[in-house]
């Protein structure tokens, strides 16, 4: 088993910044990927952003590349969501997500993919 616990989700203005954390205890063989979903008000979920555990390799939507970054801190078992540039549509939960699956294996997109869930942190973004 992995336990996730996500920080960090907050109200900002438009073209604010805000920066997500999440810890993984548990399992380590368990963490191959692990990423950010978010689901917006009346929107299904919707995949964000992947790191695999090395942390060598990164996937974004095509929605937040440029503006999000994820990242990782191996020696924490954290991983970080530093989004910039936040529009209106940003404001949604976020919820970490990790997956038993090898990097070339896992469809990011896909979130039956992801085995292990967190309880989601709340981004608003409004002016």
């Known amino acids: 088993q992995v336990q996730l616990v996500e920080s960090g989700g907050g109200a900002v203005q438009p073209g604010g910044s805000l920066r997500l954390s999440c810890a993984a205890s548990?399992?380590?063989?368990?963490?191959?990927?692990m990423g950010w979903f978010r689901q917006a008000p009346g929107k299904e979920r919707e995949f964000v952003a992947a790191?695999?555990?090395?942390?060598?390799?990164?996937h974004y939507a095509d929605s937040v590349k440029g503006r999000f970054t994820i990242s990782g801190d191996s020696a924490k078992n954290t991983i970080y969501l530093q989004m910039n540039s936040l529009k209106p549509e940003g404001r949604a939960v976020y919820y970490c997500?990790?997956?038993?699956?090898?990097?070339?294996?896992?469809?990011?997109?896909?979130?039956?993919?992801?085995?292990?869930w967190g309880q989601g942190t709340q981004v608003t973004v409004s002016s």
């Open positions: 548990g399992r380590s063989s368990d963490r191959y990927v």
């Open positions: 790191i695999s555990s090395s942390g060598s390799n990164t």
């Open positions: 997500v990790v997956t038993r699956y090898t990097w070339i294996r896992v469809a990011f997109t896909d979130e039956s993919e992801y085995h292990y």
